[in-house]
């Protein structure tokens, strides 16, 4: 048994762009280009970015939805980049996703009782109905819900409600890795708190190993042990939570913190507003793709394409310049 | 209506049907001034601002009660509540203007963006159509399009997410309206575009002493931009005031939840300190709680007190709002 | 939670029942041509299984004696044709014939169009580029030439023609539930199901294909409507249903040269035709109503 319950090495995840002129070759989106972290067991990495920058294709890609144009993926010392779906059936099980959107990932036409208890047919089709009702309500306890829950339709649940049978959902064959892909996005502040809550209880309980995309930095600072930062398909800092919110070292990261909104009226604001939008990914800029939006962006930066190199103990990042001093954002004072 | 308000809502309430969407709510806004409208989903905030403007169904599907009163550049003051079909349409736009969430849907697909802010402006100003493009370059540049002549001629689906919304505020501000109705208009931005826009917005606001009401979820964005405050819940105003009020010394209960359940990571300690969620949900409206619509989820929750009588608007401060039956004991508990 | 009785509380009064539960049916049943049509064809489908036996005359049986007599006059309720075979029972035969004709090809043409929908939808790449297209070639050809083609090579019979119409009414089918199951392939629960390691049959069958039942039905009593009026015209062109196996369709034929001297001979099954034709159309358009939940809130 390894240390790392997940070792992701160099993954790449290209997909056809649009194609170039009628009888044109397709353009190649690169969504994920080269992206290795570790994941050790009971940890909750999140990775942090914003839309277009791949995260998600990551989280998919990692749990093998998605089939990788390269790299590898190492899952408790097995390598998943090059099975097929029979290959993978005995380890989905063991790896679970959880979705942003609690109206679209349940099925409207099933009952709580055969969504949630779905993995436990596919994985244990031994079990009986009655054994099989008798853990779907033992899950659903567990996330907060009634086991007379079991009988409804998913439209009869609030937001709140749909994203724990999500959970319920994911953790019914307890799983040692959860990928939970902006869990807490859709819903409403105060249920944001009961679910996010309730993923931090749940970890303790279970002992999961999370990997937690999302663009909310205070969910992420809240929740994290350690953050990857990732923009236009690569990681470009990665250290532990503390570190990273306290002292950013890449300039994509000062920024994303210095935008983040702080909900204290008298919070000092320093804010570095990046210009313009992120370039498409199917034509990044040359060297560092930051650079294009960056303020500390030299000539170098556009011809070497900076790699991620460890600056302090476990405390990443790709930029050429090691002469900044970024400041952290204050976090407003908790009421 | 005093002589400094842009708008001043009067015992306003909105309901499709047997349904009660939002129910008795009165607030003024000034020149210059940003009134941020906070809630959850099911609040009532989207159809308040949506009711102000009669942009919500019309009459057998929607009643609309109680009085929204605007004062336009001229001075006059117009009842939007009565106003008809005709007027609404020359007053909106020219006098109040509204952005979205989604700025496509709002954009029309099919013609470039020069066109449609020109096209606003040909029809409030009576502009040439040269004139017309010649300002809605102008515009375009002012909202922070860069090469902003080059693209009059994009359409909605060529631009990003961020720059349709500046488009739209372009839009919305073709005829300096003085009043802006923002509906949620950074939610499905990512961060750093969210912040160019919120930039954005104050920049304009300050050149254009236009008022804005501004409906969001998000406590962060209220902090950042508001000057006041008014906190929705089931289809009533709970809470309202000036923005430091409401941030350290909230009154109403389910405001002290909303403002502990947002995550504020702090790395002074070893571990975050833990957070307080409000527990249960929003109520059916359909089958209101008896009393106060907060009870069910309230840790100050008096039996027989606070299920029994919905509780009035209280005055704490002359500024200072509160609709909780027990606002002294909270205030004197914290 | 109890509420102090002096005071009424204002949520009380707004505790209003919420109608939930089968919206569906309670929306078919509000729409009213619907709804008739329903009783309709429910009433000609009874009649034609149960009426016949009871009748005094069989549709067979040859009256020398009552040749061409007129509706509502002797005997024979709605007359007599040139044998003096008694309409009524000639009719009532007829509707097994064309009811199950109508029945038994949209059933095949879902089958077909199903599995093809659901392969080409679910897999998509080259094998579902090229069965859309095949279905797009078949679609075409206009189906009642494509029918009459074909029927002119082969030995009429009733399976023969269920057959060939089913053979002609799939595509509409095939095409739609493709459409359907693209969609809802991509939408998260897919996804999840997926994830769980589930494996494809049993994501096409338990978790799309339910989602698409109401379009599916729809179609599917759309097409029973499609099938009959497909039989009459074939078996009014001679092509079809042979006597003396009564079909609406050839009933029609047979009247063609009395239609002056004996009328009734093709009305009465030119009405059948109507009615149940049209009782279909409106039970589809009914049930699209009814099964669309975005008409919930009516």
């Not at chain 1, 679209?104 to 709580?112: D, E, G, H, I, T």
């Not at chain 1, 800029?285 to 900076?306: E, H, L």
């Not at chain 3, 007599?80 to 043409?109: H, K, N, Q």
């Not at chain 3, 009414?169 to 809802?184: K, N, P, T």
Request: glycine share 8%; charged share 20%.
């Amino acid at each position: 048994m390894s240390d790392f319950l997940l070792s992701v090495r160099d993954l790449k995840k290209y997909f056809p762009g649009p194609r170039q002129g009628i009888f044109g070759k397709h353009a190649t989106l690169k969504a994920v280009d080269g992206v290795s972290f570790d994941l050790a067991r009971g940890e909750v990495l999140s990775l942090v970015g914003e839309s277009g920058s791949g995260k998600s294709t990551v989280g998919r890609t990692v749990l093998r939805l998605d089939k990788p144009t390269g790299g590898s993926i190492r899952f408790d010392g097995q390598e998943l980049a090059g099975l097929d779906d029979r290959g993978l059936r005995p380890f989905r099980r063991r790896m679970q996703l959880v979705f942003q959107d609690p109206y679209s990932s349940l099925n409207p036409k099933m009952r709580v009782e055969d969504i949630v208890g779905a993995p436990l047919e596919i994985h244990e089709p031994s079990l009986s109905r009655d054994a099989r009702r008798q853990k779907v309500e033992e899950i659903l306890g567990l996330v907060g819900l009634l086991p007379s829950h079991a009988e409804r339709y998913p439209h009869q649940f609030s937001g709140g409600q749909r994203q724990r049978l999500g959970i319920a959902r994911a953790l019914i064959t307890h799983p040692e890795l959860v990928v939970a892909d902006e869990p807490v996005s859709a819903l409403d502040v105060s249920v944001q708190a009961q679910v996010v809550t309730l993923m931090l209880a749940l970890r303790r309980q279970l002992g999961l190993t999370i990997l937690f995309i999302s663009h909310d930095l205070a969910v992420v600072g809240y929740l994290s042990d350690r953050v990857a930062v990732m923009y236009l398909g690569r990681l470009v800092e990665l250290a532990p939570t503390r570190a990273l919110f306290t002292s950013p070292r890449h300039p994509y990261t000062e920024a994303l913190l210095s935008a983040m909104p702080v909900p204290d009226p008298d919070a000092p604001r320093r804010r570095i507003t990046l210009a313009g939008d992120m370039p498409s990914p199917l034509d990044p800029p040359s060297g560092c793709a930051f650079r294009s939006r960056c303020g500390y962006a030299q000539p170098a930066c556009a011809v070497t394409r900076p790699e991620l190199r460890e600056m302090a103990p476990g405390h990443f990042k790709a930029c050429l310049r090691d002469d900044l001093a970024l400041v952290a954002p204050s976090m407003g004072a908790a009421a | 209506m005093e002589a400094d308000t842009v708008l001043e809502v009067r015992n306003f309430s909105v309901s499709f049907g047997i349904l009660p969407a939002v129910r008795d709510v009165s607030f003024s806004l000034k020149p210059g001034e940003t009134l941020a409208l906070v809630g959850e989903s099911g609040s009532g905030k989207s159809v308040t601002s949506l009711g102000i403007l009669k942009l919500t169904p019309p009459a057998p599907f929607c009643r609309i009660e109680g009085q929204a009163l605007l004062r336009t550049r001229k001075g006059d003051v117009v009842d939007l509540v009565t106003a008809s079909a005709d007027a609404m349409r020359g007053l909106r736009g020219r006098e109040a203007a509204m952005i979205f969430q989604e700025p496509m849907t709002s954009l029309n697909p099919v013609h470039p963006v020069g066109a449609q802010v020109g096209e606003a402006l040909r029809f409030h100003q009576g502009l040439s159509k040269r004139a017309a493009l010649a300002q809605a370059a102008e515009l375009l540049d002012l909202v922070g399009i860069p090469d902003a002549r080059r693209r009059l001629g994009a359409f909605p689906h060529e631009l990003s997410g961020g720059m349709r919304q500046r488009v739209m505020i372009a839009l919305a501000l073709a005829c300096e309206p003085v009043l802006l109705i923002a509906d949620e208009p950074t939610t499905a931005l990512d961060v750093t575009i969210q912040a160019q826009i919120l930039e954005l917005l104050q920049r304009l606001q300050q050149r254009t002493k236009m008022g804005v009401l501004f409906i969001t979820h998000n406590l962060g964005v209220v902090a950042e931009i508001a000057d006041r405050v008014m906190v929705m819940y089931a289809g009533r105003v709970v809470e309202q005031a000036p923005v430091r009020r409401l941030f350290h010394a909230p009154l109403m209960p389910y405001t002290r939840g909303l403002l502990r359940s947002v995550p504020r990571p702090d790395f002074s300690g070893a571990e975050q300190p833990p957070l307080e969620a409000i527990p249960g949900s929003v109520p059916d409206p359909l089958a209101p709680p008896p009393g106060c619509s907060f009870s069910p989820r309230c840790g100050h929750f008096a039996p027989g007190l606070c299920d029994s009588v919905s509780p009035p608007l209280s005055v704490a401060e002359p500024d200072h709002l509160v609709r909780c039956a027990r606002w002294a004991d909270v205030a004197g508990a914290a | 939670m109890s509420t102090t009785a002096s005071t009424p509380p204002a949520g009380a009064a707004a505790q209003v029942i919420r109608p939930r539960g089968p919206g569906a049916f309670r929306r078919f049943s509000r729409h009213r041509l619907a709804a008739l049509s329903l009783v309709l064809i429910l009433s000609l489908t009874l009649a034609c299984i149960i009426v016949p036996p009871l009748l005094p005359f069989s549709d067979t049986e040859i009256d020398i004696m009552q040749r061409f007599a007129s509706p509502f006059t002797g005997p024979h309720l709605l007359g007599t044709d040139p044998l003096g075979r008694d309409t009524l029972a000639r009719l009532l035969m007829a509707g097994r014939i064309s009811l199950s004709v109508g029945f038994s090809a949209m059933a095949i043409s879902m089958v077909i169009g199903i599995a093809v929908g659901l392969y080409a939808g679910f897999y998509g790449g080259r094998i579902g580029a090229i069965l859309m297209r095949f279905v797009d070639a078949m679609l075409c050809f206009p189906s009642i030439f494509l029918l009459l083609a074909i029927s002119a090579f082969l030995q009429p019979s009733v399976g023969s023609i269920i057959m060939l119409i089913a053979a002609t009414s799939w595509m509409e089918v095939a095409r739609l539930v493709e459409a359907q199951i693209r969609a809802l392939r991509a939408r998260d629960f897919a996804v999840a199901a997926r994830a769980i390691g589930a494996s494809d049959r049993r994501v096409m069958f338990r978790e799309l294909l339910p989602n698409a039942v109401a379009p599916i039905v729809v179609a599917a009593t759309l097409n029973v409507a499609h099938a009959i009026l497909a039989e009459s015209y074939i078996s009014f062109l001679g092509y079809g249903i042979q006597p003396p196996t009564p079909s609406w369709g050839n009933m029609l034929e047979n009247a063609q040269s009395y239609l002056t001297s004996a009328p009734w001979l093709a009305i009465i099954p030119g009405a059948a035709i109507t009615l149940a034709v049209t009782g279909f159309n409106f039970i589809g358009d009914g049930l699209r109503d009814a099964l669309d939940p975005r008409q919930e809130a009516r």
